[in-house]
Every structure is written in C-alpha cells, then in structure tokens.
C-alpha cells in the first residue's frame, strides 16, 4: 500500500515537472531568440540607458518567473528523489522477506509456487520512462528518467547545435555520466576523452526522452561541444 501511494505520488510530481520544464523552456526560448537579452544580459545599453530594443518590465517579469521555476523544479526534483529512495527500500525488503510456507499452506520442500513474487523483468512494450505497476521496475524508470543537467547556452553551428542539441535540453545521461558528485567537472572530462568519437545522450525535451549521440570536436568557437550545461 506505501509503495501503491508513493508511486501514485511519483507520477503527479513528474506530471508537475514536465509542465514546470514546459514553461521554463518556452520563458528561456523567448529571451535567447536573437537579439534577446538572453538569462542574465544586461538591460542597458552602452551609455547607460535602458535598451529601447526590448521590453524591460516583461524580461524582468520573466527571468523572476524563471527563477521561481527554477525552484520550484528543485523542490519537485528532490521529492521525487525522497521517493524513490523509499521504493527502493520496499523493493529490498520484500526481496530479503522470506517466503512464508505455513501461511501459503505449501508443503516442505514444495516449490511454493504460490508465493509472492517480485518481478523485475520489464515488459516488451515499456519505455524507460514509463512508471509500470511493479514497483521493482517503477523505481528504476523513474531514476532513468531525472535530468541532472540543462543546456542554458548553446552556440550556432556549434558541434552540439549540429549533433541535435536544443537550448533547454535536460540531460538524463551523457556517456557514463548519469548522476552524482562533480557532474560539471565530469561532463567535461567525458568530451574530452571522446574527442572525435560519438557519445551516446539520452535528453528530456518538452517530457519526452530523446536518444542523440554528440561527437565533441574542435570547431571556429569555444570548448569541444559549444554549448553549457546548468546543473540542475
């Protein structure tokens, strides 16, 4: 019944994120169109007067809006991973429960088939993203599907603008990197080592998760990829 809830809960934090991406995506796609003041340009021009080009009170609106996205996102993120911490829990205690025999009514020595199992076989038809009714298979799906970083930056025929990289792009995994300690650090390391070889990335855009492979290379601008990544 406690993993039944949590998951249930789960899935509407995971409906409220990919509405609350939905929307930092469209704020962040209007203020790096070009000519746009971008996440954090300056809203004055070169003498010190506020630029005529743009709407100064609707980019201020917007950029505390994503802000407060922005939290809001982090405040889901972490819930999300409170609960899976706690399915993970419920998988491994009821694979270390053992089987009861005397209340199923099997004999000794009998294959007590009809003892609970849990399965952790996924079926043909699922996703990676798909939150399925085994709780054993959910908790996996859900942590396979948390981005750990945003492209926030990306340059014009830059090595990821080509390979399919989109500004606001989440990424789920970039080669070996999936998640944990010095993620910027370890991204970075990742292009590197694979300078001139495909790298497999998995992305969320707009929900749904994406397959690219990315080749990091030297190009006319900055950095091997040409993009950044926030840290989500």
Request: net charge negative; glycine share 6%; proline share 6%.
């Amino acid at each position: 019944m406690v993993a039944t809830n949590v998951k249930s809960e789960t899935m509407a934090l995971m409906d409220k994120r990919s509405a609350l991406e939905a929307e930092m995506n469209a704020i962040i796609d209007r203020l790096c169109q070009p000519g746009g003041p971008g996440l954090s340009g300056n809203l004055v021009d070169s003498e010190g007067f506020p630029r005529s080009d743009i709407d100064i009170p609707v980019v201020r609106a917007e950029r505390r809006r994503l802000s407060e996205l922005r939290n809001d996102h982090k405040v889901t993120t972490e819930k999300i991973d409170q609960n899976i911490q706690i399915l993970h829990s419920s998988r491994l205690a009821s694979r270390s429960s053992p089987p009861k025999e005397s209340v199923q009514g099997n004999p000794e020595g009998s294959n007590n088939q009809n003892s609970p199992v849990v399965s952790d076989v996924p079926s043909a038809s699922s996703h990676n993203v798909v939150l399925r009714d085994s709780s054993s298979d959910m908790d996996v799906d859900v942590m396979a599907s948390i981005p750990f970083a945003m492209v926030d930056e990306i340059a014009d025929a830059s090595p990821a603008a080509e390979d399919g990289l989109q500004l606001g792009d989440q990424i789920v995994k970039f080669g070996n990197v999936e998640a944990g300690e010095n993620l910027l650090q370890r991204l970075a390391s990742e292009a590197q080592t694979n300078q001139g070889c495909a790298i497999p990335v998995v992305i969320m855009r707009q929900g749904a998760p994406i397959n690219l492979t990315v080749t990091p290379r030297t190009w006319l601008g900055r950095g091997l990829l040409g993009c950044h990544f926030r840290i989500l």
